[in-house]
């Protein structure tokens, strides 16, 4: 009886306790080395092809507007870049963006050719998640550039600018931003790339058409798009994968994310109705061109603020980033004579930099964590005009550089010759369009046609090329 009363007393006031915190010790560590979660990181790899898929978007988008001896060549501009600079941001870009900081000015080497980005935790996701999500916004802003340089820049130029462009200018850039820089640490709010992706692009875009120079012909005949539904194809895969853009900026799946892909949809369709709106006044017709312009307008507008504004500040982002577009790519740009040849300053640069600064308005303690003027805190506005202007400068000295250099090596501009042919032709030796579909002959530009005819029926061939 004695063993047996023993037994229970070791049984309940020793045996147990230590049983349980056997058991506990081992599942407390676990939880605190386990830090990953399953659904962020299938969240982030989601919006991270989401964001990939703008590439394509942005080519067709852009391959709708040029002329159709240049299709080619524009699409396989925005092509070689998500190809080559996802080679890039492996080697050497992720490392210069978001390696342990030097200065504040650009990050150190530690993780070239991803040496050290793994499976291991970088928040709740894997660091290669992080890292891949992070390629895609580089591609991405390089390849909105080339749709200032179409219809005369040589390929070869292309590749050469955007490799140098990604590393000397995106790079230190985004460190500057997100990677633990200047910008960041002064208290900037760039939710998902305002400055870094697209004041950054329209900058380097406006700079490059006035380095490159007006395409032939350009102010003395209409250059019309060549396949409008082309364009609003390209328009919707943008909007598709901003979703991506944005609302994946937050890292995690959550009510910050839920918030920022909500107030993303409010401002495209403001941007839209507020572009075509514009033009119904002024023109007296409203244009699917003009809608769709409008929605990347808002689009872009928002994207700094995405994390930190509300459904209402949205609309108001969205709508008059919408009109103050179409005044500058309506009546500013041809005040002024440059050849943006599709507008990436009127629209990714002017909304970029306005964007930046409603967020200084508008931002929401209660979503983003920092108030700005509408909650007392007027210093904020301050703060998103200095990283505007830094970025502008930056951007525009950096790439004024880069394409002389580029220039010193490889002509920047193809020959009038070839710029009659269509670089379609002259720098790929392909045609975006058959001569034939079921036997029918369809007419075939001739070299040197103008604009105005491929806006137009065109006349039947008096032979077939």
């Not at 400055?195 to 012909?217: D, F, I, N, Q």
């Not at 500040?313 to 050849?339: E, Q, R």
């Not at 193809?414 to 720098?427: A, F, H, I, K, M």
């Not at 975006?432 to 005819?453: F, H, M, Q």
Request: proline share 4%.
């Amino acid at each position: 009886m004695k063993n047996s009363g023993l037994l229970r007393y070791l049984r309940w006031r020793v045996i147990l306790p230590l049983t349980l915190l056997l058991v506990a010790v081992p599942g407390l560590a676990l939880a605190a080395e386990e830090t990953i979660s399953p659904a962020d990181t299938g969240f982030i790899l989601m919006a991270s092809a989401f964001v990939m898929l703008m590439v394509p978007g942005v080519a067709l988008f852009y391959g709708g507007m040029v002329s159709r001896r240049n299709v080619v060549n524009t699409l396989m501009m925005c092509f070689a870049m998500l190809c080559l600079l996802s080679i890039v941001w492996v080697l050497w870009g992720y490392s210069l963006a978001f390696g342990t900081s030097t200065a504040g000015l650009i990050g150190s080497l530690e993780f070239l050719g991803f040496r050290g980005v793994g499976m291991e935790a970088a928040g709740t996701l894997p660091h290669l998640a992080f890292a891949v999500f992070q390629m895609m916004f580089c591609a991405l802003t390089v390849a909105l550039i080339a749709g200032a340089y179409v219809e005369r820049m040589r390929f070869g130029a292309f590749l050469l600018f955007g490799v140098l462009w990604a590393t000397f200018v995106y790079a230190p850039l985004c460190h500057w931003v997100w990677g633990g820089g200047w910008i960041g640490e002064m208290g900037a709010l760039d939710f998902a790339g305002g400055k870094v992706v697209h004041l950054s692009s329209g900058v380097a875009a406006l700079v490059g058409a006035l380095v490159l120079g007006a395409r032939k012909g350009f102010g003395q005949r209409p250059m019309p798009p060549h396949n409008l539904p082309l364009v609003l194809l390209g328009a919707a895969m943008l909007w598709f994968g901003w979703f991506g853009f944005n609302a994946g900026s937050a890292l995690e799946v959550g009510g910050l994310a839920a918030s920022a892909f909500v107030v993303t949809q409010i401002a495209a369709a403001a941007a839209a109705i507020g572009w075509a709106f514009a033009e119904w006044v002024r023109h007296g017709k409203p244009t699917l061109l003009g809608a769709a312009s409008g929605c990347i307008a808002g689009l872009v507008a928002i994207t700094p603020a995405a994390g930190f504004v509300g459904p209402l500040a949205a609309l108001v982002i969205g709508f008059s980033g919408g009109l103050l577009c179409f005044v500058m790519v309506t009546i500013v740009k041809h005040k002024l004579g440059y050849d943006d040849s599709l507008d990436v300053f009127g629209i990714h640069g002017v909304a970029g930099a306005w964007g930046a600064l409603l967020t200084g308005v508008f931002a929401a303690a209660a979503i983003g964590g920092t108030p700005g003027l509408l909650e007392g805190n007027p210093a904020q506005v301050g703060i998103q005009a200095v990283a505007v202007l830094a970025t502008f400068v930056f951007v525009a000295v950096a790439t004024f550089i880069l394409l002389k250099l580029v220039g010193v090596f490889v002509p920047l501009r193809v020959s009038e010759n070839d710029e009659d042919t269509g670089l379609d032709l002259s720098q790929h030796g392909e045609d975006a369009y058959s001569d034939y579909v079921g036997g029918g002959v369809l007419y075939r530009e001739s070299p040197g046609a103008s604009a105005t005819a491929r806006s137009e029926v065109a006349p039947a061939p008096s032979n077939a090329n």
